[in-house]
């Protein structure tokens, strides 16, 4: 009995070898080529690229962003795509900045300027023009307080949701200090917040566009008072080199 199972289980071990053996990755690039072997290493950071040895050995590199499509093929001609070019396949930017609009109706109107530090990890320092934000003085509407610009550091990290789509899901945190009173930074107030977003970004460009949500605590100093408060972002933005 035990002999019959050792065997069983050798010639499952052994068809699952060969059955490996007999697949080999055919990658289709953009400009006609096409390479047949096995992928041994892919990659992510700074860009998105494989690495395919072929059967004499020899191993290509290749960019994601060059690639059609990606096929399993059998001995027996059969053939399961595992990958097909649906559009931008753009790695990250080393940095970009974007200006969130939307914050003209709430507290101010931020500008950002993101950098990279890590593989989809950025850090984002930004001014935020408070004295320019609507809820402001729609609140506040008889106070005669100086408005100074806001500054402020976030750290965000990016998620892909497909290797082939080209946008991405964020998160992260930070904080920033304003001041404000009748006099610049009379009164100071710290600002700490999470936020999440979207980004999409256009195929093809280097524009892009993010939809997303702060939500965090201020603390005032001079009042001692601490406050939750919120703010929806619409920024639009440029990527910044390659």
């Given at each position: 009995?035990?002999?019959?199972?050792?065997?069983?289980?050798?010639?499952?071990?052994?068809?699952?070898?060969?059955?490996?053996?007999?697949?080999?990755?055919?990658?289709?690039?953009?400009?006609?080529?096409?390479?047949?072997?096995?992928?041994?290493?892919?990659?992510?950071?700074?860009?998105?690229?494989?690495?395919?040895?072929?059967?004499?050995?020899?191993?290509?590199?290749?960019?994601?962003?060059?690639?059609?499509?990606?096929?399993?093929?059998?001995?027996?001609?059969?053939?399961?795509?595992?990958?097909?070019?649906?559009?931008?396949?753009?790695?990250?930017?080393?940095?970009?900045?974007?200006?969130?609009?939307?914050?003209?109706?709430?507290?101010?109107?931020?500008?950002?300027?993101?950098?990279?530090?890590?593989?989809?990890?950025?850090?984002?320092?930004?001014?935020?023009?408070?004295?320019?934000?609507?809820?402001?003085?729609?609140?506040?509407?008889?106070?005669?307080?100086?408005?100074?610009?806001?500054?402020?550091?976030?750290?965000?990290?990016?998620?892909?949701?497909?290797?082939?789509?080209?946008?991405?899901?964020?998160?992260?945190?930070?904080?920033?200090?304003?001041?404000?009173?009748?006099?610049?930074?009379?009164?100071?107030?710290?600002?700490?917040?999470?936020?999440?977003?979207?980004?999409w970004r256009t195929v093809g460009q280097k524009r892009f566009m993010n939809v997303g949500a702060h939500l965090g605590a201020s603390y005032d100093f001079?009042?001692?008072?601490?406050?939750?408060?919120?703010?929806?972002?619409?920024?639009?933005?440029?990527?910044?080199?390659?």
């Amino acid at each position: 009995m035990k002999k019959a199972l050792a065997a069983l289980i050798l010639l499952v071990l052994t068809v699952a070898s060969v059955s490996a053996q007999e697949t080999v990755d055919v990658v289709y690039l953009t400009d006609g080529q096409v390479i047949t072997g096995k992928i041994i290493e892919t990659e992510k950071y700074p860009e998105q690229r494989i690495k395919i040895q072929t059967e004499d050995g020899t191993v290509y590199i290749v960019k994601m962003v060059d690639v059609e499509k990606i096929v399993e093929q059998t001995a027996e001609g059969s053939t399961v795509t595992v990958a097909v070019k649906a559009g931008d396949d753009q790695p990250m930017s080393r940095s970009y900045i974007n200006v969130n609009l939307l914050g003209f109706l709430q507290w101010g109107p931020i500008v950002e300027y993101g950098f990279s530090v890590a593989e989809d990890l950025y850090l984002a320092p930004h001014l935020r023009l408070d004295g320019l934000g609507a809820l402001n003085w729609i609140l506040f509407p008889d106070d005669t307080w100086i408005y100074t610009p806001a500054l402020g550091l976030t750290v965000l990290s990016f998620m892909d949701i497909s290797p082939y789509n080209p946008n991405r899901l964020y998160y992260g945190g930070g904080f920033e200090i304003e001041g404000a009173g009748e006099i610049p930074f009379e009164q100071v107030i710290l600002n700490i917040y999470g936020n999440l977003g979207y980004r999409w970004r256009t195929v093809g460009q280097k524009r892009f566009m993010n939809v997303g949500a702060h939500l965090g605590a201020s603390y005032d100093f001079w009042w001692e008072e601490l406050m939750i408060f919120a703010m929806a972002e619409l920024s639009f933005g440029w990527r910044l080199g390659t």
